[in-house]
């Protein structure tokens, strides 16, 4: 009996750590690279300038609700990606400024598109469900075993921080990032400069 409860001691133990690991809730430092040219600025915002930037990987596929999508067919607006789970505390709490942020510039006829990448659910159900209970409106690529996420260049994401913000500029190149939740004024502090550029 003492066995018993010691080898399922030893696994919640190890499922808390990757589960800990794996979502970063905001209050320390992700772990990874900075890599690139980012500067970091106040609440783990990096930007970069405009003249420095990378162009952003190809991210196609699957959306949650089965539809097609390649975030290529976007270039001309500025980009917001979210990588999210269903199953992190985190993504759940910035959830709900995604979806203020992203009706809020879509009411005011900004020229911003929002993805989602939504990785590690091994279901789209629990994905469709989080996106229900939020009030996401935008599409969200389905990535569950995170390859989209490995498709960027080395140092730009930390594939163990979830959730993580990207920006990409008018022209699909990688302008400004987060590895941490963030909420409304963060994202607009993110978003606006991209916006403002000529």
Do not use: H
């Amino acid at each position: 009996m003492r066995i018993g409860r010691a080898l399922l001691l030893a696994a919640v133990t190890l499922a808390s750590a990757v589960t800990l690991s794996a979502c970063d809730d905001g209050g320390g430092k992700p772990n990874g690279s900075a890599g690139g040219n980012y500067v970091t600025g106040a609440g783990g915002i990096s930007t970069v300038a405009k003249g420095s930037r990378t162009e952003a990987p190809k991210l196609d596929g699957e959306t949650v609700d089965g539809k097609p999508l390649d975030v290529t067919s976007l270039k001309g607006k500025v980009v917001v990606l979210n990588v999210w789970g269903s199953w992190c505390p985190p993504c759940r709490n910035e959830a709900k400024y995604f979806a203020q942020v992203s009706k809020e510039l879509a009411d005011g006829g900004k020229d911003v598109a929002f993805v989602g990448i939504n990785t590690r659910d091994n279901s789209k159900q629990n994905a469709v469900a989080f996106e229900e209970n939020f009030g996401i409106t935008y599409p969200s690529l389905y990535d569950p075993d995170g390859k989209l996420m490995l498709r960027f260049p080395a140092g730009t994401l930390n594939p163990q921080a979830i959730p993580s913000t990207i920006v990409l500029d008018k022209e699909g190149k990688i302008a400004a990032r987060t590895l941490v939740a963030i909420n409304d004024q963060q994202l607009r502090s993110m978003i606006d400069p991209v916006l403002a550029e000529q």
